[in-house]
């Protein structure tokens, strides 16, 4: 079977997370932002660019109803790819993100955690990054990710956000999951890194 899902559509861009949990891109210090259920006994991660921020809502649903301690580390345009961007906004190599993944993915290895939700944008590097070495990248990420988690849900860059029956089936079900809509067709760069992290995560149970 394959390793990835179709997922529906959900209507318009999201309930995010709240604004002080999504980073900005000069800061690094991460806040606790725990959600879903603060006394459960499972905990998931919420990680990534703000792409993984639009399907708070959902996962925080499903985290309540599942007795998972959320827990929100989201920096605005760092993505999950072991890279260091060059950011517009900032003029300059973003290397905030890259001192902020590190500590997080350091803090993710000593929580092993039980889930782990990642997802990015794949217009970050623009040209400046082939689409196989953001394949390659992200890969590399996510492996570490692999490693330090019971189980790693990446969901694919698209305009479609996660609710209701389609977050359960994500986290019951995949560990690839595609969010997927008419409008928004997978590029080359999405075709590679889906096939890249199916590869890595494996086939469906």
Known sequence: MSGLIP??????????VPSDCLLTRTQIVQPECAFGDLDGTRTMVLF????????????????KAHGYRLLVRAKT????????????DLGRTYQECLVWRLSQLAAIDALAP?????????TLPGATASDAYWAAQ???????LRSAAGQVVFLTDGPSTLRGAAVERALDVARVARVTTSEW???????LLTAELAELLGDLP
């Open 7 to 16: 997922l529906p559509r959900s209507g318009p861009y999201p309930d995010s």
């Open 48 to 63: 990534g660019d703000g792409t993984v921020t639009q399907s708070f809502r959902a996962i925080d649903g499903y985290a």
């Open 77 to 88: 345009a760092c993505p999950v790819a072991d890279s260091v961007p060059f950011d517009a």
């Open 114 to 122: 039980d889930v782990v939700l990642a997802s990015q944008s794949d």
């Open 138 to 144: 992200t890969s590399a990420t996510v492996g570490r």
């Open 185 to 191: 067709p997978l590029s080359l760069r999405g075709k």
